[in-house]
């Protein structure tokens, strides 16, 4: 855990926006896909953080291979919404993109330990 921390930190140091590029976050525990985050897109509004994040999936869903997704993140709350999905026929959102946005969007809280609650934690504290 503090290694993905650390990670993302020095990664929020050390990126230039001209080498705009997903940033590895982690591998989720079931192995369905690898989470990427570009942190040339990392936007703060007080507690509010704005960022895309990529899920590339190791078995692909249908024709999805790897779908991105702009997410709105809470600090207080621990909390995230995706407000656009694009998902594509690729690996790593190459490929045929579709994008999707719902009419009604929901928060979710995610617990201690969870993949999201360490990205939000440290997207909040960087």
């Not at 600090?75 to 999707?100: D, R, W």
Request: glycine share 4%; proline share 4%.
């Amino acid at each position: 855990m503090k290694k993905i921390l650390g990670t993302i930190f020095l990664s929020l140091l050390l990126v230039s926006p001209v080498n705009a590029e997903w940033t590895f976050v982690t591998k989720l525990s079931d192995n369905s896909s690898k989470i990427y985050i570009d942190l040339d897109t990392f936007k703060r509004d007080g507690d509010q953080i704005y960022i895309w994040k990529l899920s590339d999936l190791t078995v692909p869903y249908k024709s999805t291979k790897s779908s991105a997704m702009y997410e709105q993140m809470d600090c207080n709350t621990i909390s995230a919404v995706t407000l656009q999905f694009v998902f594509y026929e690729g690996q790593m959102g190459t490929g045929k993109p579709k994008s999707f946005k719902r009419d009604t969007m929901k928060w979710q809280t995610y617990p201690p330990g969870s993949h999201m609650h360490s990205l939000i934690k440290a997207l909040c504290d960087a």
